[in-house]
Nanobody, 124 residues
């Protein structure tokens, strides 16, 4: 199971830290990712991290503002989001899979396990 939390209503320029706690079968996942879905838009990749080695990957929209990290001891992945803008408003989902390759790490279809989503709303 994946349990996402940390969303909320903030103003433009503020920061938020999302958390995704991992348990059960997803514990052995090879990669974790955050996706987001704004109203009437497709779910899009935000960031990903490999459990082993910690390599990180970002969407262009996230580079320089968002940081994905993990706490192996707590089986938790974080998404630190700084300098938020109204365009970041979306439901944020964490995802995991145990067979994600480098070529597919940014693709929604590569992930088998999904959290329930947490709403992030950024006001102008």
């Amino acid at each position: 199971q994946l349990q996402a939390s940390g969303g909320g209503l903030v103003q433009a320029g503020d920061s938020l830290r999302l958390s995704c706690a991992v348990s059960g079968r997803t514990y052995s996942s090879s990669a974790m990712a955050w996706f987001r879905q704004a109203p009437e838009k497709e779910r899009e990749f935000v960031a990903a991290i490999r459990w082993s080695g910690g390599s990180t990957y970002y969407a262009d929209s996230a580079k320089g503002r968002f940081t994905i990290s993990r706490d192996n001891a707590k089986n938790t992945v974080f998404l630190q989001m700084n300098n938020l803008t109204p365009e970041d408003t979306a439901v944020y989902y964490c995802a995991a899979d145990n067979a994600v390759g480098l070529a597919t790490i940014r693709f929604r279809a590569a992930y088998k396990y999904w959290g329930q989503g947490t709403q992030v709303t950024v006001s102008s």
